[in-house]
Structure formats: structure tokens, C-alpha cells
């Protein structure tokens, strides 16, 4: 039995792919791990709108009852959303065992990708991609590499993102980058973005301006040989980028709470967030739902300019 016969695409989006209309994914980790109940159903249906509102059709993906779907319903959104939702978080390699047990789980940008791309879908929005982690006090150096790394290497997708989290390596998630081959996009800025701050000192090859400038690279982008995956890095809005030494203290706590608490593997992430977003009394929440939004409303235009060709 194929794979793609285990994935659910809802009508909507079934409808929009076939006749070549924009469609945007949207992952749900962010939703079920990345932000607290209430909010998180807020944000999901503001995200939906955006796309809607630049003319893509919007599909967010999870697992649901052993089926990835691509689309979900208001009530599949709830389900996602729902404080006791007890969705596990899916990495690339987590699929398999999810859909044969008939589990609920959110995807990652990892997954997520893949999903999307089984399913005919190039353009995904999201808030930050995973990467290298930072070592733990006291260590030189970690394993803990996030797989949308290696999905961005092998999977033929835009991902426009703020950057990964500032809770990384960024100078190893860079090279990394570089290693395997996927182009770092600057939108109308020279350095890779913060995610909470607007700029890190790192700076990139690449910057583009327009929407249409972005969907001409990822056009040539896919007819360059043996490429795959593409970044557009898009910094916070201004008027919600985080106080840098705020910024850095609470990173410190963060960082401090995950080796005391013995935090490790998929947990790291979403306790690292929320600790941001306990300690910060909600200013990295608001931050994240800003980056979030403009990252999305971008990627549907984007989409919106290659569906036009
Ligand atoms: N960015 C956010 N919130 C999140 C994530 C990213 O602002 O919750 C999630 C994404 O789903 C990303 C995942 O793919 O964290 C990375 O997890 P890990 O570091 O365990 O690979
Ligand atoms: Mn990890």
C-alpha cells in the first residue's frame, strides 16, 4: 500500500491543488507545543485568515486518528488545540509508528514538510525552524540537531520562518545550512533574523524585497539541479521585537531550567518557549504570534505570485 494512501486532503485544499490555486501549509506543533490553550485556537484561525485574505487557501496539517491530514476542520483545529488534546509531537520519523498505532500528534516543520510535499503542496509557513541546540552549562558541544534540518536538505518546499529560535546555535544551524545545500533568503534584510529580535550578527548571501522577487528565486531555485528545500528568513514586525538583554536573560534562565529539570530530546523546544513565555508575562507570546503571522501572510503571497505563472 503507498504511503500517500494513509494522508486525508481535505476538499477545500484537494479542490485549490487540482486547479492550481495557492495553497499555504501550516504546521501544528506550534499550536499544540508551542502555545497555551485558547491562545493557540486564536492564532489558528487568525493564521487561516491571513492566507485567505492574500488569496491561498490555508492547510494545516497533523495527525488525527492515525490519518495525516492536510486541512483541518474546525473541529480537527479544537482537537489540536484542546488543553487535554495529548497530542504527541511528530518529527519526520515519527509518522510511521503514529499513523500504524492510529495516534493523534502535531507535526513539525520537519513533517509537516513532508506531508505537504506528498501532498503536492511547495509553501509553508511557520514561526521558527528547528536546529543545532546550544550545548548544555558545562558541556562543548550537543547532538541535539533538529530534523527540519536535514528535511529542508531533501524536500523540495519553501519555508519562510523568522529565523530559528534565538534558544539556538545559530552560527551551527548556518552552517549547517550551507553544508547541505539549502539557500538562506534574506526578505528585506542583510543579516539572518533573531526570531525575537530583528537581526542576528550573522549575515546572509541572499536578500530579496518583493513577494515576486521570492517566488522568482524559488522558481529558479526548483529547476537548479539536485536542489531541494529554500529558507526566506523574514524578521519579527518591529513594533514587537523583544528587548535584547531582556532577551538574553531569559535565555539564560531557560537554558539553566532545561539542565536542572534534566530536559531532553523533543521536550526541550517546548519548554524552552515556555518558560519565554511564562517569564517574559506574555511578551514573547505576543511576539511569536506577530512573527508568526507576517511569516504566513508572506508565505501566501509568495505562493499566490507562483500559482499566477
Ligand atoms: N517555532 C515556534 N514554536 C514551535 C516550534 C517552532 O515558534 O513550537 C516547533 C516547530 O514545530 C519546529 C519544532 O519544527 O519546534 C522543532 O523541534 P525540535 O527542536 O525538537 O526539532
Ligand atoms: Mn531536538
Avoid at 90 to 104: C, E, I, T, Y
Avoid at 179 to 206: C, K, M, N, Q
Avoid at 271 to 288: E, I, K
Wanted: glycine share 10%; charged share 20%; net charge negative.
Amino acid at each position: 500500500m503507498p504511503f500517500v494512501t494513509a494522508i486525508a486532503i481535505a476538499d477545500e485544499v484537494r479542490t485549490a491543488l487540482e486547479s492550481g490555486q495557492a495553497v499555504v501549509a501550516l504546521e501544528s506543533t506550534i499550536l499544540s507545543h508551542g502555545l497555551p490553550p485558547g491562545r493557540n485556537r486564536e492564532v489558528a484561525d487568525r493564521l487561516e485568515a491571513v492566507v485567505r485574505q492574500a488569496g491561498a487557501v490555508p492547510a494545516t496539517i497533523a495527525v488525527l486518528d492515525g490519518k495525516a491530514r492536510i486541512g483541518l476542520s474546525d473541529q480537527q483545529l479544537e482537537r489540536v488545540c484542546a488543553a487535554d488534546s495529548g497530542l504527541v509531537k511528530l518529527s519526520m520519523r515519527d509518522l510511521g509508528p503514529a499513523m500504524a498505532l492510529g495516534q493523534d500528534g502535531a507535526t513539525t516543520v520537519a513533517s509537516t514538510a513532508a506531508l505537504a510535499h506528498a501532498a503536492g503542496i511547495g509553501v509553508f509557513g511557520t514561526g521558527g525552524l528547528g536546529g543545532v541546540h546550544l550545548p548544555l552549562p558545562g558541556k562543548h558541544t550537543t547532538w541535539d540537531v533538529s530534523a527540519d534540518l536535514d528535511a529542508l536538505a531533501e524536500i523540495p518546499i519553501l519555508v519562510v520562518s523568522s529565523g530559528v529560535k534565538s534558544i539556538l546555535d545559530v552560527a551551527a544551524t548556518l552552517e549547517l545550512l550551507e553544508t547541505r545545500s539549502v539557500p538562506v533568503i534574506g526578505y528585506r534584510t542583510g543579516h539572518f533574523p533573531g526570531f525575537y529580535l530583528r537581526e542576528s550578527e550573522f549575515e546572509l548571501a541572499w536578500r530579496v524585497d518583493s513577494a515576486k522577487q521570492a517566488a522568482d528565486v524559488v522558481d529558479a531555485h526548483r529547476q537548479a539541479p539536485g536542489s531541494a528545500g529554500i529558507l526566506l528568513a523574514n524578521p519579527i514586525p518591529h513594533a514587537y521585537e523583544m528587548d535584547r538583554e531582556f532577551h538574553d536573560r531569559l535565555l539564560a534562565d531557560g537554558m539553566k531550567l532545561v539542565e536542572e529539570q534534566g530536559v531532553q530530546g523533543r521536550d526541550v523546544t517546548p519548554v524552552l518557549l515556555d518558560h519565554f513565555h511564562t517569564a517574559s508575562g506574555g511578551v514573547s507570546l505576543d511576539a511569536n504570534e506577530a512573527l508568526v503571522v507576517a511569516n504566513v501572510t508572506l508565505a501566501a503571497e509568495v505562493a499566490a505570485d507562483l500559482a499566477a505563472r
